[in-house]
């Protein structure tokens, strides 16, 4: 398997790509709906919530927040996560793009 050559490629489209790869699973998806409807939380309300092992939910937790997608404050022994808004904001900018220029678009080939 090659190497990424991610130098190849501007800031904002690595930044992206992380972002999207951060996503692209449906548990991870699962936690931002969570996160989204209860503000904050710890992750055994995680568990509770979408039903998977406290370690799962632990390394799904882990690859959102290298992203920069979620973000953990520490409460006591607990960790309490919420979104990261500027982050989303940026995930915005970048579909909202896609989407402006597809309506400018005449024809598609």
Do not use: W
């Not at 992380?18 to 936690?31: D, F, T, V």
């Not at 882990?62 to 520490?74: D, F, T």
């Amino acid at each position: 398997m090659g190497i990424s050559k991610t130098e190849h490629f501007t800031e904002e489209q690595n930044e992206v790509a992380k972002l999207m790869k951060a996503l692209s699973h449906p548990a991870r998806i699962a936690i931002v709906e969570y996160l989204l409807s209860v503000d904050t939380c710890i992750c055994n309300d995680i568990v509770d919530e979408i039903k998977l092992a406290q370690p799962t939910v632990s390394q799904h937790l882990k690859e959102l927040k290298n992203a920069g997608i979620i973000q953990g404050e520490i409460d006591g022994k607990a960790i309490c996560y919420c979104i990261n808004p500027d982050t989303l904001k940026k995930m915005e900018h970048f579909i909202s793009e896609i989407f402006r220029k597809i309506e400018k678009q005449k024809s598609c080939c």
